[in-house]
């Protein structure tokens, strides 16, 4: 049989979190899913409507690009409508960047322990992975950045809150940093946890944007906006990258449900800030009760925390799932067997999961 070109036989499949299904196909139990970093206050109800109503368009092509979403997106960020692509989840747009910009022969730096498609979309492209460590904050380190930057660099991923860590990027190293690469380098910053960093000095990026630097930011629906299963992200960037994006992108990667469940999700600002407030106080009662029985921990700026087990994370794991709880070890992100990582959840939820834990530590 035919191989597939030498670049791509490294590459291994994505490991998800467990599903739902298949862990009550194993123990009969509805488990509750802390391993995938969704909402568990799920949509704005205005967006669940909006996906239902445009069920009777089934027959019909989605519009490739939906002026009405990107003008939402736009006005809500302080950007412009042509700053701006949305594709079938970040996933989608994290690949049109790498196969865009990047080819057999170019590097491309991410950070190690992050989240596993800056890597897989690397080896896509057929460019050389060059991978750096993280700070102790758990956010990607500049400096080692900066130390393995070539003249064949053409793409850095930055992962701000990283995954899953939850540190981030501030403002101050950002700039410095940003103010030191050549626009030959395109920065890629994920901020697919954006909404959920609390810290003031936190580094934004819109601003390098609309000052044209080469910089891409990345975001999504899936998160916040708890619509994961519609597959909506988005990118912002200046607008020379985002028409060559919008030419390289398939034309029609989000459905119309998709676009609908957007739009009204985007309108429901309300909506966002009653879950953005419930999760920062979940949050904070996570490490807490963390803290309180002795665990060290990744202090998160997103909507998950990774605990440093006593023990094996995959043994604890599976005992948490048969207890009705899914999490996720986090030694597919490249962190020790001893994390897990627990996505944040209503507190009576977490309640729940902490008696748990404590049966199974
Ligand atoms: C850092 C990061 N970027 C991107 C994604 C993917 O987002 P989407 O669901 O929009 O493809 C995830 C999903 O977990 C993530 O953790």
Redesign the pocket.
Known sequence: MIDPKSSLQSLTPYIPGRSLESVYQKTGLHAIKLA??ESLWGPSPRAVEAAKDSLDRLAIYPEAHFTPVYELLAQIHGLSADNIIAGN???ELLQVIALTYAGQGDEIIYPSPS?S?YRHNTLLTGAIPVEVGLNSEGAPDLHDVLAKITPNTRLIFL?SPN?PTGGILHQDEWQSFLNTLPDSVLIVV?Q??YEFVEDASYAEITQDILAERSVIM?R?L?KIYGL?SL?I?WAAAPPPIISTLRRVRAPFSLSQTAWAAAQAALLDQPYIAQVRKATLEARKYMMQEFRRRNYRFWPSQANFVTVELKSQAKSVANQLEAKGYITRPATSFGLPSSHLRVTVAPIPILEGFFRAFDLVT
């Open positions: 995938s970093n989840g970040a996933d989240f498609e992962c995954n994920d697919a946890y990345i999504t899936s994961a597959r992200g």
